[in-house]
């Protein structure tokens, strides 16, 4: 999943409808669905499908089979004949690492995935809205291993039930516990469906052995805005012209620079217009504190906040947006958010890079294959570009074989010598989507 780090400033659209996207880089609505992105990376796919055929129908060849270069992969050979598919329930051979060898403790079905339990855990259960990271490794039905965490050495970080992963995780990994151990046998209408995904083909069942490193249980839902009619317990005029009102002084973890911070609130306009507010979507944004992915009057506003606590953020034009208008702010406005924080933790580590895979790839960068339903946009449109400039390549390159094959033909028959290496028709290179 890869984070945009542009400041909130640099972005269109009303100011924190737009928060959950520049800071976790996920779109502002909850889950995915076919937002735009989802239908742009479509026709963008089929796009690339439209090169590819194409370009194999110029050399007189039959397109790749089903007329789509694979998301995440290198095309493979146009006229090539389609892989027999996987079975659709797992190997009995397959070999798993421990305990994923032995006996299950406990085994259930949830919407046609198979729960196999090997380690219950300890603590509360993970449910929709907790924090979880996880270490995994994911199979196909044939023992393949696609994807694994334990090799990068950093486990996946997603909030449970956020639409950010396939569904089969959503829904597999609920009821876990900080140390348990489980095993998901997940049917492809809850992974990726008919869709390829690198070494995943089309409507593929998949298998991760999971183990919960650490949870931590959904916030609690924000208190009504009506906690704000009163008056302040404080108030700090600072000369930047950022005004900070406290409410409610929190107890718990306090946000200060590089903390993760989950916040809700509502934006209103100097006239009481609001313009966003995190309550009408009942979910907090999450962002770095101190890293500019969010205006500079939330960056300084927010810090020295604790958990629970309450602030009235009155932002001026120039630690706001300035004299750019975005949605229905306008320009030099002046603009006041009611905060309260949520939650406040050490920011995730950077990903460990061992190699370099394409991006978009499962298991690029730390992503989990088959786990992460986003794909990059415009990744299926470079390869239609590449697939089609292979093709031109490999045209010219067999032209210019030609030429010298004849060239070479002409001059051994002059000199009366054996024609060698001068035979025509040489075949043109495979042109790869890369």
Request: with cysteine; hydrophobic share 40%; proline share 9%.
């Amino acid at each position: 999943m890869k984070l945009r780090t542009r400041p909130l400033t640099l972005l269109s659209g009303s100011l924190f409808a737009l928060g959950l996207a520049a800071c976790t880089g996920e779109p502002p609505a909850v889950g995915y669905g076919p937002g735009k992105a989802e239908v742009e990376a479509n026709e963008k796919e089929k796009a690339a499908a439209a090169v590819v055929e194409q370009a194999a129908q110029a050399k007189g060849r039959p397109a790749q089979a089903g007329g789509q270069a694979q998301a995440g992969g290198q095309a493979g050979q146009a006229g090539s004949q389609p892989a027999a598919p996987l079975p659709e329930q797992p190997s009995p051979d397959i070999k798993y690492d421990a305990p994923f060898d032995g006996t299950p403790v406990a085994t259930s079905i949830v919407d046609g995935i198979t729960v196999d339990d090997f380690v219950v855990g300890e603590g509360p259960e993970a449910t929709k809205g907790a924090s979880v990271v996880i270490h995994y490794t994911g199979y196909l039905t044939d023992g393949t291993i696609f994807d694994t965490s334990i090799k990068r050495g950093r486990p996946f970080p997603f909030d449970l039930g956020a639409g950010r992963v396939i569904k089969g995780w959503d829904k597999g990994v609920v009821g876990m516990r900080a140390g348990g151990k489980r095993r998901l046998v997940i049917p492809a209408a809850l992974g990726y469906g008919a869709r390829a995904a690198g070494k995943i083909p089309p409507n593929s069942t998949l298998i991760f052995t999971l183990e919960m490193v650490s949870m931590s249980p959904p916030p609690p839902p924000p208190q009504p805005l009506t906690v704000f009619a009163g008056a302040p317990l404080s108030t700090d005029k600072r000369d930047n012209g950022l005004i900070v009102s406290d409410y409610k002084i929190g107890t718990g973890a306090e946000a200060t620079s590089d903390m993760e911070v989950k916040v809700h609130y509502q934006g209103t306009l100097e006239d009481g217009t609001e313009f966003d507010s995190s309550h009408a979507r009942a979910k907090p944004i999450t962002f770095v504190l101190g890293r500019g992915r969010v205006i500079k009057g939330w960056d300084q506003g927010i810090a020295g906040m604790k958990v629970g606590g309450l602030r009235k953020l009155v932002i001026p034009a120039e630690l706001a947006y300035g004299e750019r208008a975005r949605g229905k702010i306008p320009a030099n406005a002046q603009l006041t958010f009611l905060v309260e924080l949520m939650e406040s933790k050490p920011a995730p580590a950077p990903p460990v890079r061992p190699q370099m895979k394409p991006p978009g790839q499962p298991g690029a960068h730390g992503v989990p294959a088959g786990a992460v339903k986003r794909t990059t946009e415009g990744t299926a449109a470079a390869k239609g570009t590449a697939a089609a400039k292979g093709a031109a390549a490999a045209k010219g390159a067999a032209a210019a074989k030609d030429a010298a094959a004849a060239k070479g033909a002409a001059a051994a028959a002059t000199k009366g010598a054996a024609a060698g290496g001068g035979q025509t028709g040489a075949q043109p290179a495979k042109a790869q989507a890369l």
